[in-house]
């Protein structure tokens, strides 16, 4: 199984992308962020969801008025697990409710935001269900 680090690189750019989060919450994850050693944040709303994450980590967001989901989520791309696994372990210091979380990859990356966060949250009801597919 290969870890974060082990993989190739799917864009080159290092950075985590925060979605749908209050101001309070930013600046606790960014404050969280740093000492995780993870200085690039983009931050997102839900007039992204029809960007892909390929034009998000290449600079060129779009708005929409379609609606996106409620729910927040972090997705890390370039970032090693260790720095990933830094991260998740301070934000528990701050009691933060956890997030969605992904790791972009060479799938992900062609989807739109909201495409992701779909999968993220039904893959989030299915571990919390104890509803898993065998392939």
């Known amino acids: 199984m290969k870890t974060v680090s082990d993989q190739e690189v799917i864009h080159e750019r290092s950075c985590m992308m925060l979605y749908y989060f209050t ?11 740093r000492m995780a050693g993870v200085g690039d944040q983009i931050i997102l709303g839900m007039e992204h969801g029809e960007c892909t994450l390929q034009a998000i980590l290449d600079n060129q967001l779009t708005s929409s008025t379609d609606a996106c989901l409620k729910q927040k989520a972090i997705i890390f791309n370039n970032i090693s ?8 372990e301070g934000l528990k210091k701050f009691r933060m409710n956890r997030p969605l979380i992904a790791v972009v990859t060479e799938t992900s990356i062609k989807w739109t935001l909201k495409e992701l966060l779909l999968h993220l949250n039904e893959e989030h009801h299915a571990v919390k269900n104890n509803q898993f597919n065998e392939h």
Not at 23 to 33: G, H, S
């Open 23 to 33: 101001q309070a919450e930013l600046k606790q994850i960014q404050m969280v962020a």
């Open 81 to 88: 697990s260790t720095r990933i696994s830094a991260f998740i």
